[in-house]
């Protein structure tokens, strides 16, 4: 007699919608909930471990001398770092920059609540709805860290627009919403060497990549720069 094969469940969009950057959506698998960004996979619930790190590592590049840092964290997403970061209680402010509206409602009332409830309630956390490539060229605000998690990594953006952000010109526009002695730390699917040397010629310091470990594939890393003060 044999046994049929377990089929895999389909995953259940719980929301789907045209954004002001495209589609965007919300899915259900299994027990895990995932953003589609114009259907390029973005992120999922199943971990977490490598947003924690990106705050950690921003957290532990700090400048002691710091009071009451602020953090700026590029991109909501499903609320990881986020969260985290208003577990920390050292962050004397923490400021989110998302550009898709539907993410922001999912977290607010929608079914990422659950993840990032007490964090949005927390009196330290603004939410921003602007795009992180404009706001780091425009605002007169500055921040002891720049938490960047809006792309799967340097060489692998969810759009066009992007990308000028991981050149010399986009890292001059996050270094001047940095402190001196600011860290930049920046989220990636895979490790870059050739991002590592931009940062450098960007004037950056300190400047090393952090992996977190894996059975096997390539690892997730936190690539971190220093603004020199």
Known sequence: MSTPYDIPEAPEVL???EGPYGEVALRRHGGLLQII???CFLMDTSDG??????????????????????????GLGVGFSLAHAAGQPRWGRITVVER????????????????????????????VEQDLVVY??????TFDALCLDIDNGPGWTVDEGNQGLYTPDGL???????????????????????????????GFRQVRTEEIPVARGVPDVVHIGVRPG
């Open 136 to 141: 780091v060229k425009e605002t007169s605000d």
């Open 37 to 39: 960004a114009n259907g």
């Open 49 to 74: 471990r490598s947003e924690r790190l990106l705050v950690d590592t921003a957290l532990a590049a700090l400048d002691p001398e710091a009071a009451d840092p602020g953090v700026l964290i590029g």
């Open 172 to 202: 001059a526009a996050c270094a001047r919403v940095l402190k001196p002695r600011g860290v930049l730390a920046v989220w990636s699917a895979k490790p870059s060497p050739e991002f590592e040397g931009t940062l450098r010629n960007a």
């Open 100 to 127: 898709e509206p539907a993410i922001i409602e999912w977290h607010r009332t929608g079914p990422l609540a659950g993840l990032s409830g007490e964090a949005l309630a927390d009196p330290r956390t603004e939410i």
């Open 15 to 17: 929301d789907r919608r």
